[in-house]
């Protein structure tokens, strides 16, 4: 028999530990673009082979959601946890879309990667065969309710536990709305009910509660970049009030600002007015910010509490960016979630009418 010293014991371990956390990913896929490269988030890009094969590796230490793109696609979602996979995917492009988007129709790898996979290709399948417009968008729609529920029943029937059902929970819940959500909900795990993806929709439920309740957005009042104190409800004279909620180290918040700038140049002499609330704790970080991406042409005011911010606090606002958009009368007409809905250019047009 074979004695093992400690140290060699512990370097047996560290080594299966290391291997446990890598994953590989043996991928080929049907371009109709020139691009170069497909993208995993988090991960540096890799070249696709003139065959259009690609290999993707790297650690991932706790499994979870991550996107994988081309150069010029949008992104699609895939469970990335340690293990082996083989993936075809393909650019494809759908009526009324302007862009290229990026789909998986087979995966083989661990199993709760195979079982988003599934569920995201059967919802996906639910808008009709790619290439094809849909005649009758409200018969999608319960098509895609009605594929969801029943999805989500079966899996949850055999298998409650598994951590990738929050995630799948989440993303139907535009689908089949919030009661048919909180019945899913109940029928997880109780380990799973804790997961973050079910904290942001337990918290999308009580925001709703209270703009149902409320309608109007609070007032309150906060420091401008004069440091001086600007209020809410000293604001009048606007048709439309678009409430932004950033801060300076985030990257989603500031690659939305050009999109911003946009529509303050085309409205704000209409009725259009735009105020940022940041939540950067450091004021010469967010004074900055604001100055490079060009953006003091409207509001800015800092609440440097960061997510313990009272606003934050009162709307159950989980992440940012975050968008309320309010009517002349400062009720809140619309909110951006960046999941169940978003504020578009449309939205502020129909407000502000002829």
């Not at 691009?35 to 070249?47: A, E, F, Q, T």
């Not at 409650?160 to 819940?173: A, D, E, G, K, Y």
């Not at 009580?206 to 004069?226: A, H, P, S, Y």
């Not at 606007?238 to 409430?243: E, M, N, Q």
Request: aromatic share 10%; charged share 25%; with cysteine.
């Amino acid at each position: 028999m074979i004695k093992l010293t400690l140290t060699t014991l512990l370097s047996v371990i560290a080594l299966a530990s290391f291997a446990q956390k890598k994953f590989v990913i043996h991928g080929k896929i049907d371009l109709l673009t020139k691009s170069k490269n497909v993208r995993l988030s988090g991960y540096d890009p890799v070249p696709i082979k003139s065959d259009g094969t690609f290999e993707i590796t790297g650690e991932r230490n706790e499994p979870n959601i991550a996107l994988i793109l081309t150069d010029s696609s949008a992104a699609s979602a895939i469970w990335l946890a340690p293990g082996e996979y083989t993936i075809n995917c393909k650019e494809i492009t759908l009526p009324d879309y302007k862009g290229v988007l990026f789909r998986t129709p087979f995966l083989h790898g661990p199993a709760n990667a195979e079982l988003f996979n599934n569920f995201n290709e059967l919802q996906y399948s639910g808008y009709g065969t790619a290439g094809q417009k849909e005649k009758d968008p409200t018969s999608t729609g319960a098509r895609i309710k009605e594929r969801a529920i029943k999805y989500m029943d079966s899996v949850l029937k055999v298998n409650n536990s598994s951590p990738v059902l929050p995630n799948m929970i989440r993303s139907v819940q535009p689908f089949i709305g919030d009661e048919a959500t909180k019945m899913l909900i109940q029928k997880l795990a109780p380990g799973l009910r804790d997961n973050g993806e079910i904290a942001i929709l337990e918290q999308n439920f009580k925001r709703k509660e209270k703009i149902k309740k409320e309608k109007v957005f609070e007032n309150f009042t906060l420091k401008d970049l004069g440091d001086s104190d600007f209020s809410l409800s000293a604001l009048s004279g606007k048709k439309v009030i678009l409430i932004d909620f950033w801060a300076s180290n985030c990257g989603p918040c500031r690659a939305a600002h050009p999109r911003l700038k946009e529509w303050y140049a085309k409205y704000a002499a209409k009725g259009l007015e735009i105020i940022s609330i940041s939540i950067d704790d450091d004021k010469a970080n967010w004074l900055k910010a604001v100055h490079d991406d060009g953006i003091d042409s409207w509001i800015n005011v800092c609440d440097p509490n960061g997510f313990k911010a009272s606003l934050i606090q009162d709307y159950y606002i989980p992440f940012i960016p975050f968008r309320f958009l309010l009517d002349e009368n400062k009720n809140i007409v619309l909110v951006n979630n960046g999941q169940e809905s978003w504020i578009t250019e449309k939205d502020i047009v129909s407000i502000l009418g002829n």
